[in-house]
């Protein structure tokens, strides 16, 4: 075995076999106490439901990965670029950090009904509400990347007559990667939960809804077995986007730090 499949093996079967574990104690323990199914089901009755009513989870699956994906590139994009600005002026970041960290402090839950009395029902507003809460990371992750550079190299800059674009792109971009990619880990996940809580007041239609939407309505129908799948997809998903973007991240630092071998 390669060393690089032997990591990988060791980052995926320890949590693999522990998801084993839990489900198989999870249907005994079931079976055992005889514990009703509205209660709780087994993880039988939910893989039964997650294949009855796949259509049903996939459109939502497929609206939501959309809108949490949507919300979060928005958010990586208009953050990087606000924490550009907090970079350049110290007048412009004392003046506006605060209310970056308002995005933070007030409860999504809040001012999610008033997105939707502000810009309607839909696919729109579902991706404002994954962009609010998955922006802070990003503003605040990679301002910290690009202010935290080391004194004598922009000293190096100065005296070579550098302009301050140059010291933005060649010295304080470079540097701030590795907390841009801390900070798009964090807002991915963030994104998944945004959508979600978004859908639970956007809703859609009939044919057009996302996870958010089928949760609270198979929970108000006590159809657990079905809840408990949804459940399952969201996590499913969140881990999905959170994987895609940790691959990534990996991928560019490996490059981004890579030292070629001048010997020969």
């Given at each position: 075995?390669?060393?690089?499949?032997?990591?990988?093996?060791?980052?995926?079967?320890?949590?693999?076999?522990?998801?084993?574990?839990?489900?198989?104690?999870?249907?005994?323990?079931?079976?055992?106490?005889?514990?009703?199914?509205?209660?709780?089901?087994?993880?039988?009755?939910?893989?039964?439901?997650?294949?009855?009513?796949?259509?049903?989870?996939?459109?939502?699956?497929?609206?939501?990965?959309?809108?949490?994906?949507?919300?979060?590139?928005?958010?990586?994009?208009?953050?990087?670029?606000?924490?550009?600005?907090?970079?350049?002026?110290?007048?412009?970041?004392?003046?506006?950090?605060?209310?970056?960290?308002?995005?933070?402090?007030?409860?999504?839950?809040?001012?999610?009904?008033?997105?939707?009395?502000?810009?309607?029902?839909?696919?729109?507003?579902?991706?404002?509400?994954?962009?609010?809460?998955?922006?802070?990371?990003?503003?605040?992750?990679?301002?910290?990347?690009?202010?935290?550079?080391?004194?004598?190299?922009?000293?190096?800059?100065?005296?070579?007559?550098?302009?301050?674009?140059?010291?933005?792109?060649?010295?304080?971009?470079?540097?701030?990667?590795?907390?841009?990619?801390?900070?798009?880990k964090t807002?991915?996940?963030?994104?998944?939960?945004?959508?979600?809580?978004?859908?639970?007041f956007a809703?859609?239609?009939?044919?057009?809804?996302?996870?958010?939407?089928?949760?609270?309505?198979?929970?108000?129908?006590?159809?657990?077995?079905?809840?408990?799948?949804?459940?399952?997809?969201?996590t499913l998903?969140?881990?999905?986007?959170?994987?895609?973007?940790?691959?990534?991240?990996?991928?560019?630092?490996?490059?981004?730090?890579?030292?070629?071998?001048?010997?020969?």
């Amino acid at each position: 075995m390669t060393p690089n499949a032997h990591s990988w093996s060791r980052a995926i079967l320890p949590p693999l076999l522990l998801f084993v574990v839990v489900l198989v104690v999870w249907e005994v323990a079931i079976t055992a106490l005889r514990v009703p199914k509205f209660i709780l089901p087994s993880p039988l009755a939910v893989a039964q439901a997650a294949w009855k009513y796949g259509p049903e989870l996939r459109t939502g699956l497929a609206f939501t990965s959309g809108a949490a994906i949507t919300g979060f590139l928005a958010s990586f994009v208009i953050g990087t670029l606000i924490a550009i600005a907090f970079s350049q002026s110290s007048l412009i970041r004392s003046s506006c950090y605060p209310y970056a960290i308002f995005l933070q402090t007030v409860p999504i839950m809040a001012i999610a009904p008033l997105i939707i009395l502000w810009f309607g029902t839909g696919f729109h507003s579902v991706v404002l509400v994954a962009f609010i809460i998955s922006l802070f990371p990003i503003i605040t992750n990679v301002t910290s990347g690009l202010l935290a550079v080391d004194p004598d190299l922009i000293d190096l800059f100065r005296l070579n007559n550098a302009s301050r674009w140059q010291v933005l792109w060649k010295l304080r971009l470079p540097n701030s990667v590795p907390a841009m990619c801390i900070g798009a880990k964090t807002s991915s996940g963030l994104a998944v939960v945004g959508s979600i809580v978004g859908e639970f007041f956007a809703g859609y239609s009939e044919k057009w809804y996302g996870l958010g939407y089928l949760i609270p309505a198979w929970k108000e129908g006590l159809k657990q077995d079905r809840l408990f799948a949804a459940i399952l997809a969201s996590t499913l998903l969140g881990l999905a986007i959170f994987t895609l973007v940790n691959v990534i991240s990996a991928s560019v630092l490996s490059r981004w730090y890579h030292v070629p071998n001048d010997e020969s």
